[in-house]
T-cell receptor, first 115, second 110 residues
Framework: DTEVTQTPKHLVMGMTNKKSLKCEQH?????MYWYKQKAKKPPELMFV???????INESVPSRFSPECPNSSLLNLHLHALQPEDSALYLC??????????????FGPGTRLTVT | GQNIDQPTEMTATEGAIVQINCTYQ??????LFWYQQHAGEAPTFLSY????GLEEKGRFSSFLSRSKGYSYLLLKELQMKDSASYLC???????????FGTGTRLQVFP
């Protein structure tokens, strides 16, 4: 099983809403990632979790709050977003550093629209 | 600084061969990845190079020269379904982050 799943596929939210994006993998990967991707641009790294601990935060605004409840799950909590936060949010997972080639496997993404 | 360059767009004909180049200047290097991304979909892994030379995988091959900071992805026997964006990404040595290039949008015509 080389699948990373993400829910929901699409999300429309107002600027005062609170919502969460969810990501799950069952490949035994111990590194998980959140990326943001705007149209016709490459993915931009937001957060990295390694062994369920936050290892990288790319200076992401606090209105995005990641959480890794266990080694298979990764959440991204959203609050008070701005219209410019509308994008495709991609989750990825890989083996942790030192465990091999560790290519990243991406989920299908959540298409977020902030109104 | 980190800089990864790819051509923005390329076109090719079905059945032909196309080479997508990627040049990089990064503070650290721990491997180079190529991903394919169809519009509105997630990137899918194509290839990984960490040593110099050519890696072949069916219709796709990838080449790396670390001394030149250069890689290419070679697609043979092009099919319409190969129309997609191709992303070159360098893994940073210190942090293991993937640093993506801007991507090359390939259009294959009949």
């Amino acid at each position: 099983d080389t699948e990373v799943t993400q829910t929901p596929k699409h999300l429309v939210m107002g600027m005062t809403n609170k919502k969460s994006l969810k990501c799950e993998q069952h490949m035994g990967h111990r590194a998980m990632y959140w990326y943001k991707q705007k149209a016709k641009k490459p993915p931009e790294l937001m957060f990295v979790y390694s062994y369920e601990k936050l290892s990288i935060n790319e200076s992401v605004p606090s209105r995005f709050s990641p959480e890794c409840p266990n080694s298979s799950l990764l959440n991204l909590h959203l609050h008070a977003l701005q219209p410019e936060d509308s994008a495709l949010y991609l989750c990825a997972s890989s083996q942790a550093p030192g465990e091999g080639a560790y290519e990243q496997y991406f989920g299908p993404g959540t298409r977020l629209t902030v109104t | 600084g980190q800089n990864i360059d790819q051509p923005t767009e390329m076109t090719a004909t079905e059945g032909a061969i196309v080479q997508i180049n990627c040049t990089y200047q990064t503070s650290g290097f721990n491997g180079l990845f190529w991903y394919q991304q169809h519009a509105g979909e997630a990137p899918t892994f194509l290839s990984y190079n960490v040593l110099d030379g050519l890696e072949e995988k069916g219709r796709f091959s990838s080449f790396l020269s670390r001394s030149k900071g250069y890689s290419y992805l070679l697609l043979k026997e092009l099919q319409m379904k190969d129309s997609a964006s191709y992303l070159c990404a360098v893994r940073d040595e210190g942090t293991d982050k993937l640093i993506f290039g801007t991507g090359t949008r390939l259009q294959v015509f009949p």
